[in-house]
């Protein structure tokens, strides 16, 4: 290919005041090809945001791996015998038991169910971010196995709906209770406001409560039991595998489930979503190949003389076929690069400046995140300019089909 064809193709589609109309046709075939790469890229960060977002924020409240009883007992009584056999399991890097139970929390300004989660503190910090930088008060409280009331750590939107501020008394009422002469009983403890945790994640903070371990056991008087052993791994990729060794480690009587499994409906759906984006606003760019289509055979028509004159002189078909050809891959380029320029730009701006809110309460989320991968942009140009080209080759094929001494015979 010489500097021949690109010189021609590049004068064609800057058309002269009589071929106006091909050249708004050109100008729109660019902008479509512009839009259809930008809603791609834009389309792409969200999907991507609320993803990685996601994923984020939940692997920052939840563990990896849970390992718990197959059928439901009395709890996992060897836990700390479990906790360090799994700790030799490889990939697996934390190990933090856990027991969690059913809760109503009695506010002043109302009563409201929730997660209540009893912790080894310091196991516990190696597993999840919740914990790690609160948003207000301490995790001294809940190291202390003797104080009163036990200290509890509520999630910022738990907070919002109980009433309770740090530093105050909060009844925890457990539905389970006590085993009376006169039937179950419910239990009633007290607990002391120490820290308010924000994850991120509104079903999380609006819903979990941390405390002891033993502060657990107390409530529901229990004997010195969990009923969960959670795990952190290396690669989260791989965390199916890495369960079907922790299986073999603890035995026929326990199970385990995964981040991918618990969370198995929300990462189907924004793949389904993907997917769906994908093939929504690639439409846009399958109408910009057809104007692209109509410009390149109006062009044809309009250029017959300009062919024969230039056939006539010596250029071959295959050089007139990329001709019309590179005027397709032109349209492509361009519409392409500005498509990415402005796509990215204003991903980065709407993510930054969090030009969309979101309710909360619906999405999980307080603002639509903007993710933009350089590589989607790669491949997304690469499809608009292929695209681009393959609407070109009837109009080419048609082009070659001229014979200058036909054409000429009337000029």
Same mark, same amino acid.
């Given at each position: ?23 708004? =046709? ?11 790469? &930008? ?142 002469? $006169? ?13 308010? $945790? ?43 595998? =890495? ?34 984006? #994908? #093939? ?44 019309? &050809? ?58 608009? =300019?292929?695209?681009? $080209? ?22």
């Amino acid at each position: 290919m010489t500097t021949f064809e690109l010189f021609v193709a590049g004068r064609y589609l800057r058309a002269r005041r009589k071929e106006a109309v091909i050249s708004v =046709i050109t100008v729109i075939s660019v902008v479509g090809v512009a839009a259809g790469v &930008m809603a791609l890229v834009i389309a792409l960060a969200v999907n991507n945001g609320f993803k990685n977002t996601l994923q984020r924020n939940l692997l920052g409240a939840m563990a990896h791996i849970n390992v718990m009883e197959k059928t439901p007992g009395n709890g996992i009584a060897d836990w700390r015998e479990m906790a360090a056999r799994l700790r030799k399991v490889p990939h697996v890097t934390a190990v933090s038991p856990a027991i969690y139970t059913p809760v109503f929390l009695a506010g002043p300004v109302q009563s409201k169910g929730a997660i209540l989660k009893g912790i080894d503190v310091d196991s516990e910090l190696k597993i999840t971010e919740s914990l790690r930088h609160l948003q207000a008060g301490s995790l001294d409280r809940l190291r202390d196995p003797d104080i009163s009331p036990p200290g509890i750590v509520l999630g910022a939107d738990l907070v919002a709906d109980t009433g309770m501020i740090l530093k105050s008394r909060l009844d925890v009422v457990s539905p389970e209770g006590e085993l009376t002469p $006169f039937g179950p009983k419910a239990a009633v403890r007290p607990f002391y406001v120490c820290g308010i $945790f924000k994850s991120g994640f509104f079903e999380i903070d609006d819903n979990w409560a941390y405390t002891s371990i033993l502060a657990v056991q107390r409530a529901l008087s229990l004997p010195d039991v969990v009923n969960q052993i959670e795990l952190k791994v290396d690669d989260l990729n791989n965390a199916p595998a =890495i369960a079907r060794d922790v299986e073999k480690a603890v035995g026929p009587k326990f199970t385990t489930t995964t981040w991918m499994e618990r969370n198995q409906q929300l990462l189907s759906a924004l793949k389904m979503e993907r997917a769906v984006t #994908i #093939i929504t606003i690639g439409l846009i760019e399958l109408v910009a190949a057809l104007n692209i289509l109509i410009t390149l055979v109006m062009m044809v028509m309009e250029k017959y003389r300009d062919i024969a004159v230039l056939m006539s002189m010596g250029a071959r078909k295959q050089q007139i076929r990329r001709i019309f &050809m590179l005027q397709g891959v032109l349209i492509g380029i361009a519409g392409s690069a500005i498509g990415l320029a402005l796509g990215y730009s204003l991903s980065v701006l709407a993510d930054k400046y969090r030009w969309i809110k979101l309710p909360e309460s619906v999405y999980s989320l307080s603002f639509v995140p903007f993710e933009p991968r350089p590589y989607d942009g790669l491949w997304i140009a690469a499809a608009a =300019i292929l695209v681009s $080209f393959l609407a070109t080759i009837y109009p080419a094929r048609s082009a070659t089909r001229i014979t200058p001494a036909e054409v000429l015979r009337y000029e």
